[in-house]
């Protein structure tokens, strides 16, 4: 998809209302959607997160997605594909700041450089007891990635053609560190299945931008 028009036509999203936990639901596991629909967050104390849903254009001018593949580690999100982002710190002055500031830790694209778009519908993750906050940017004018290397084990680019076409919609048997052999719907991109909190949040934007493009 041309940079130019998408560049165009996602403007057209700051005014559509967010179609919020029904779109997110859509590729929640039956375990998490049960989870989900009967938690009280509040008394949860989660932490708090900011990512960042970047699109930009590729040498050729059409349109990818970042993503990337988180580093192996003793946690819940162990090598899971997600946006770039990460907790709040104390310093930050709000969940913008938060996604920026990661945004350009773990893939080193500089806040000045992103155009922030539209602020999504926050998610509750129980796993890890995070809540995050998405927002979507575009990034015009890109330099090459360079990715944090402590936590980021491959930066995904994903064609927008690809994260819209409903074919790579799919259902897979998985196993985490909470569970075993669950069936979650998921985003099939680039070779990677992307589904939990991820897929939810692309799912959310996925909607949004069908309405424009």
Request: glycine residues 6%.
């Amino acid at each position: 998809m041309n940079f130019k028009f998408f560049e165009q036509r996602i403007s057209k999203i700051k005014d559509l209302p967010l179609p919020g936990e029904a779109s997110q639901y859509k590729m929640a596991p039956e375990s998490r959607l049960d989870e989900l629909q009967r938690i009280n967050v509040a008394k949860k104390n989660p932490r708090k997160a900011g990512v960042m849903a970047l699109f930009y254009p590729t040498q050729g001018m059409g349109t990818n997605l970042l993503l990337i593949l988180r580093k192996t580690y003793k946690g819940v999100h162990s090598n899971q594909v997600a946006f770039p982002g990460g907790k709040a710190e104390l310093t930050d002055d709000g969940l913008l700041t938060t996604a920026l500031r990661e945004t350009y830790e773990e893939v080193g694209v500089a806040p000045k450089d992103i155009t922030v778009v539209k602020q999504i519908s926050e998610i509750f993750i129980p796993p890890s007891n995070f809540i995050v906050q998405p927002f979507i940017g575009l990034y015009r004018n890109p330099k090459p990635f360079v990715k944090q290397d402590s936590e980021v084990e491959l930066i995904l680019e994903v064609p927008v053609s690809d994260f819209l076409d409903d074919a790579l919609v799919v259902s897979k048997k998985m196993t985490t560190s909470y569970a075993v052999d669950i069936e979650v719907p998921a985003f099939e991109l680039n070779g990677y299945i992307v589904w939990g909190a991820t897929a939810m949040m692309l799912n959310e934007i996925k909607e949004l931008l069908k309405q424009v493009l």
